[in-house]
């Protein structure tokens, strides 16, 4: 009689809790996710402010190909990113800025991309125009890498593979310093994790929808790195080709979409530079300005194979007056004069094609890589030390992950297109770390999978050994 008697207050109990609305669970497991992706993300943006207060402010002196010295805290690329964004704030347009400032040439410049500058342009036109400046404003965009390696390991793996992938976008020493130096590779590794995420997302529900949403991602990211239109080729096509349940003329159907989507938002910056300059330029001039500084006498040499001489670029116009002309027509210039010299050195020029991989994959001189990227890229040597030193753990590491992937029948086309994507940039151009960007994704997602499936292991064998001591 009790039993019967408490068996009804119980099955009341449970009528009566049915018909009252269930509370939010706290310890909702999706919103737990979210609160450690938060966590890591503000992790990864205290890590890159501390960087670039401890260590980015100090000045130094560079000298211009005339002579000239040049004192700033940012250089190269970052220096170009920096002023470009003052002077298109300030309605100058979007010129070389040295010239400018040295000489008052108002040369025109598609030095890059747009989407890196146009970002820092807002925080110009605000009133944020400091070298510290545009380094702080960058900070939280690098450190949203956290976020979005966050998304893509959750899909490829789960939420655990999530995140530790954002660990690695947080922490990683190949990707935090890169606002420290105002380079477009802050967007650039974000960008290019969202091309794989949406590629996912399209495997997934093969609609119009997700068709047109990588196509929004693939066209951002290729006005962040012009060489990330290679991502189409090898990882975005071969992606849908492999579709399943879907005909031939579908998957035709969904590439193009894809292409027109990205087409309509880089081809607003291709007719710029198309109504500014004497002769065609696309996305940008950085490709031949690479190919002459990878191909000559300095980068086919013994002790700088594969890797480049910027002085090679002033020395093949030297004299021409092409510096401060128009810029198209300079780097036409530049362009025979690499292809010349390749044509020149045949065997050496296929030798350097192998060293570049060797250097950017860390099996050909990686120590004097870091040593190159201290002295001439500017890095802390702690830093470039710490870069190396933990590529090889997690390129293993990448190359285990997607063998897991692999037997799980998860693909990899979108993560390996990053990678191949990268490979194949350096192989045309030039061997700098900072060329690895595109492939970062690839590498943080993979090793996550490989350290998540280890810890289970691990853990499975912890539980047997415990169980038989128990039962012992």
């Known amino acids: ?66 002579g000239q010295l040049y004192e700033t805290t940012v250089w190269g690329d970052g220096l170009v990113f920096h002023q470009q964004a003052n002077m298109l704030a300030d309605g100058e347009g979007l010129i070389s800025p040295l010239p400018f400032e040295l000489q008052g040439i108002r040369q025109e410049s598609a030095d890059h991309p747009p989407v890196y500058t146009i970002f820092l342009t807002f925080f110009s036109m605000l009133g944020v125009r400091s070298e510290l400046g545009h380094m702080l404003v ?30 690695f976008g947080a922490l990683d020493p190949n990707i935090w310093p890169y606002p420290g130096f105002v380079l477009s590779e802050t967007v650039t590794i974000p960008l290019a994790g969202l091309v794989a995420l949406f590629s996912y997302r399209l495997w997934d529900n093969p609609s119009k929808r997700e068709a047109a949403g990588l196509g929004v991602m693939l066209g951002l990211a290729i006005l962040a790195r012009a060489e990330l239109a290679i991502v189409a080729v090898v990882g975005v096509v071969p992606l849908v080709m492999l579709l399943r349940h879907i005909d031939f003329r579908r998957k035709v159907a969904l590439l193009t979409l894809t292409a027109l989507v990205s087409g309509a938002i880089v081809a607003p910056w291709v007719g710029y530079n198309l109504s500014r300059f ?17 191909n000559c006498d ?53 030798q350097a094609v192998f060293a570049r991989v060797g250097r950017i994959t860390g099996v050909f001189h990686p120590m004097q890589q870091a040593r190159l990227n201290a002295l001439i890229a500017g890095r802390e040597n702690w830093v470039a030390n710490a870069a190396v030193l933990t590529y090889y753990p997690m390129a293993l590491l990448s190359l285990l992950g997607a063998s897991i992937l692999r037997r799980r029948g998860v693909p990899i086309v979108p993560l390996v297109g990053l990678v191949v994507t990268s490979i194949i940039a350096v192989a045309m151009t030039l061997a700098v770390l900072r060329y690895r960007a595109s492939a970062q994704p690839a590498l943080a997602v993979l090793a996550a999978v490989a350290l998540e499936r280890l810890w289970r292991i691990v853990d499975q064998a912890r539980a047997e050994a415990s169980a038989a001591r128990a039962g012992g």
């Open 278 to 294: 004497d002769e065609p330029v696309y996305l940008s001039i950085g490709l031949d300005y690479s190919l002459v500084q990878g």
């Open 1 to 66: 009689m009790v039993t019967f008697e408490g068996l009804i207050v119980t099955d009341t109990l449970i009528a009566r809790e049915a018909a009252t609305p269930a509370p939010t669970d706290r310890r909702d497991p999706n919103r737990q996710w979210w609160r450690l992706i938060g966590l890591i993300t503000l992790l990864g943006l205290a890590v890159r402010v501390w960087y670039i207060l401890q260590f980015r402010q100090d000045p130094f002196v560079n000298q211009l190909p005339s």
């Open 138 to 167: 960058s900070a939280p965009l690098g450190a949203m890498t956290a976020v979005v390696f966050g998304l893509l390991g959750r899909r490829v793996g789960g939420p655990t593979v999530g995140l530790i992938a954002a660990l």
């Open 298 to 350: 300095e980068s086919y040499s013994d002790d700088l194979l594969g890797y480049y001489w910027l002085k090679c670029q002033s020395q093949a116009l030297e004299g021409t007056g092409l510096d401060v002309a128009d810029q198209a027509v300079g780097s036409l210039r530049l362009r025979e004069v690499a292809f010349n010299y390749i044509a020149d050195h045949p065997k050496r020029a296929t």
